[in-house]
């Protein structure tokens, strides 16, 4: 069709010109095709409005094609569609105060209602390869801790009460200021240390490093220091597939990896009968059985959305001990998601010098809508997930992944069953891929300074060591304000970054201090 439109814009204008040569003030005639047909105006209409898409997500500026938009955004959401079921698992079944709990089922439709509204929000806002879901630092806290006092209603009112606080936060500009006070080399190793966080979590994931049960050493190879698993054995194989085309440079390297992977586990289950781990099993597969599904669709009961209780926990355990979960909740929410915004923002290389990026006001909004949102249907906070590395790999760089991302969420409510093909060991792989392309960052830090040296190396050791990437900002902030102000260097630390600094000693210190306000 373009080329039809071409060659009649050229006849038009040869015929316009012979015909009013004489007169230029008359207007040229209207193109016609090769058979003289006047062509429409409209006919341009498809490149106009591709034209003001492609503007609006600046998919030519940035780079990137429309191809390469979609393949990250499915990736984004294969490396993702684990949480659909892994959250259920955390949130169902925990009794609360009063003996209640969530349905599985239901947990599962809210978890992908507010993972695919949020992601494809944000791709419209902030039009950045984010991908929003249910954090799993915070649904874990909530399980573990939370509801031993409180009922699910009033933990997920703190949940809303924390997101407001954080979209308060977000749009006076006081977050923005934070997130600049913030020394460059910091916000480096905070990229550096989400790049060994999620490689870790793939390790994990997919047995390849396992606990030992004991306090030395904490973790060891596979099972009994043998990698003789067929889910382990897949994720090598997933591995190598992913690794050997990155290195060739074969675009759709991880989505290729994950579907030839994802055949090969079903039909070494096919064979095997490997069956589920479920804590029983160490040679079963870690949270997906890969196989064929039995049906494909299923309707979602969103009976949870609005399930919440704003102020009951205030009355229940007390306005000082309600704040004070509210006070870890923001901490875990605020810079959780200020380190994954910084690192994603880097690896798609859409990152200033200073560690900003395009609308960042708007992204950290939204992020605190996340929390509002995912506290409204008791899918637990909704933030930025560090698997959005995945699509970002691929090439994604715009706020389209993001809705390809969220759309596929929103379906999958529908196609639970499919979500379940995946195994989790094959996903795996292509976060360990996704933190080695994030780790490299590492060479823009200046490290001949000791006292930048030992703050970016606690930043990035802390966050995998204790499964927390607030955990390695707060070592990071910590130490850079303590010893870079003993090294005659505190004129150049921000007050805010002060500030946060103390804010995160009483983070860590929160045990004490609600164990001594539960003897006031």
Same mark, same amino acid.
């Given at each position: 069709?373009?080329?039809?439109?071409?060659?009649?814009?050229?006849?038009?204008?040869?015929?316009?010109?012979?015909?009013?040569?004489?007169?230029?003030?008359?207007?040229?005639?209207?193109?016609?095709?090769?058979?003289?047909?006047?062509?429409?105006?409209?006919?341009?209409?498809?490149?106009?409005?591709?034209?003001?898409?492609?503007?609006?997500?600046?998919?030519?500026?940035?780079?990137?094609?429309?191809?390469?938009?979609?393949?990250?955004?499915?990736?984004?959401?294969?490396?993702?569609?684990?949480?659909?079921?892994?959250?259920?698992?955390?949130?169902?079944?925990?009794?609360?105060?009063?003996?209640?709990? @969530?349905?599985?089922?239901?947990?599962? +439709? /809210?978890? $992908?209602?507010?993972?695919?509204?949020? !992601? #494809?929000?944000? &791709? =419209?806002?902030?039009?950045?390869?984010?991908?929003?879901?249910?954090?799993?630092?915070?649904?874990?806290?909530?399980?573990?801790?939370?509801?031993?006092?409180?009922?699910?209603?009033?933990?997920?009112?703190?949940?809303?009460?924390?997101?407001?606080?954080?979209?308060?936060?977000?749009?006076?500009? @006081?977050?923005?200021?934070?997130?600049? +006070? /913030?020394? $460059?080399?910091?916000?480096?190793?905070? !990229? #550096?240390?989400? &790049? =060994?966080?999620?490689?870790?979590?793939?390790?994990?994931?997919?047995?390849?490093?396992?606990?030992?049960?004991?306090?030395?050493?904490?973790?060891?190879?596979?099972?009994?220091?043998?990698?003789?698993?067929?889910?382990?054995?897949?994720?090598?194989?997933?591995?190598?597939?992913?690794?050997?085309?990155?290195?060739?440079?074969?675009?759709? +390297?991880?989505?290729?990896?994950?579907?030839?992977?994802?055949? #090969?586990?079903?039909?070494?289950?096919?064979?095997?009968?490997?069956?589920?781990?479920?804590?029983?099993?160490?040679?079963?597969?870690?949270?997906?059985?890969?196989?064929?599904?039995?049906?494909?669709?299923?309707?979602?009961?969103?009976?949870?959305?609005?399930?919440?209780?704003?102020?009951?926990?205030?009355?229940?355990?007390?306005?000082?001990?309600?704040?004070?979960?509210?006070?870890?909740?923001?901490?875990?929410?605020?810079?959780?998601?200020?380190?994954?915004?910084?690192?994603?923002?880097?690896?798609?290389?859409?990152?200033?010098?200073?560690?900003?990026?395009?609308?960042?006001?708007?992204?950290?909004?939204?992020?605190?809508?996340?929390?509002?949102?995912?506290?409204?249907?008791?899918?637990?906070?909704?933030?930025?997930?560090?698997?959005?590395?995945?699509?970002?790999?691929?090439?994604?760089?715009?706020?389209?992944?993001?809705?390809?991302?969220?759309?596929?969420?929103?379906?999958?409510?529908?196609?639970?069953?499919?979500?379940?093909?995946?195994?989790?060991?094959?996903?795996?792989?292509?976060?360990?891929?996704?933190?080695?392309?994030?780790?490299?960052?590492?060479?823009?830090?200046?490290?001949?300074?000791?006292?930048?040296?030992?703050?970016?190396?606690?930043?990035?050791?802390?966050?995998?060591?204790?499964?927390?990437?607030?955990?390695?900002?707060?070592?990071?902030?910590?130490?850079?304000?303590?010893?870079?102000?003993?090294?005659?260097?505190?004129?150049?630390?921000?007050?805010?970054?002060?500030?946060?600094?103390?804010?995160?000693?009483?983070?860590?210190?929160?045990?004490?201090?609600?164990?001594?306000?539960?003897?006031?």
């Amino acid at each position: 069709m373009r080329v039809l439109r071409q060659v009649g814009v050229g006849i038009g204008w040869c015929c316009a010109t012979r015909a009013y040569s004489t007169d230029l003030s008359l207007r040229r005639a209207p193109p016609t095709d090769p058979t003289g047909v006047t062509i429409s105006a409209t006919t341009s209409a498809p490149t106009r409005t591709t034209g003001r898409f492609d503007r609006f997500f600046e998919i030519t500026a940035r780079g990137t094609t429309w191809g390469t938009e979609v393949r990250g955004g499915v990736l984004t959401f294969v490396t993702m569609a684990y949480i659909v079921i892994l959250n259920p698992l955390i949130l169902g079944g925990t009794k609360d105060v009063l003996g209640h709990t @969530l349905g599985t089922s239901q947990v599962a +439709a /809210v978890t $992908a209602l507010s993972a695919g509204v949020m !992601t #494809v929000l944000f &791709g =419209l806002v902030a039009r950045l390869p984010f991908a929003f879901a249910a954090g799993l630092g915070i649904n874990s806290f909530l399980a573990v801790n939370v509801v031993k006092i409180l009922s699910w209603q009033e933990a997920m009112g703190l949940v809303v009460i924390n997101g407001i606080i954080i979209v308060l936060l977000s749009a006076t500009g @006081l977050r923005k200021l934070i997130f600049n +006070a /913030v020394p $460059a080399p910091l916000k480096t190793a905070i !990229t #550096v240390g989400i &790049g =060994l966080f999620i490689a870790f979590i793939g390790l994990v994931d997919s047995g390849f490093v396992r606990t030992t049960g004991f306090s030395s050493p904490p973790v060891q190879l596979g099972d009994a220091g043998s990698i003789a698993t067929l889910p382990t054995i897949t994720f090598l194989i997933a591995l190598a597939i992913m690794g050997v085309l990155m290195a060739r440079k074969v675009k759709g +390297a991880l989505l290729i990896g994950i579907v030839a992977a994802t055949v #090969v586990a079903i039909i070494a289950e096919a064979i095997w009968h490997v069956g589920p781990s479920m804590g029983k099993n160490p040679a079963g597969w870690n949270l997906t059985v890969p196989q064929l599904p039995t049906s494909l669709v299923s309707l979602p009961d969103l009976s949870l959305v609005g399930h919440v209780d704003l102020f009951g926990a205030f009355g229940r355990i007390g306005a000082l001990a309600a704040t004070m979960l509210i006070f870890t909740l923001v901490f875990t929410n605020f810079f959780d998601a200020m380190g994954s915004m910084t690192g994603l923002a880097r690896s798609a290389g859409l990152a200033n010098e200073d560690g900003t990026f395009p609308r960042l006001q708007s992204a950290l909004i939204v992020e605190g809508v996340g929390a509002i949102v995912g506290g409204g249907t008791s899918s637990s906070s909704n933030t930025v997930f560090i698997e959005s590395a995945s699509g970002i790999g691929e090439g994604a760089k715009t706020g389209f992944a993001s809705v390809v991302t969220g759309a596929l969420f929103l379906l999958a409510m529908f196609f639970t069953p499919l979500t379940q093909v995946v195994p989790l060991e094959v996903a795996a792989a292509a976060l360990v891929i996704v933190g080695a392309l994030m780790v490299v960052q590492i060479r823009h830090i200046d490290l001949s300074e000791f006292s930048v040296v030992l703050p970016v190396f606690l930043t990035i050791i802390v966050m995998p060591l204790t499964y927390s990437i607030a955990n390695g900002i707060g070592a990071g902030f910590i130490s850079w304000v303590v010893i870079r102000s003993l090294a005659g260097k505190g004129r150049q630390i921000s007050p805010l970054l002060w500030v946060v600094a103390i804010g995160f000693l009483v983070y860590f210190a929160r045990g004490p201090i609600e164990g001594l306000l539960g003897h006031m």
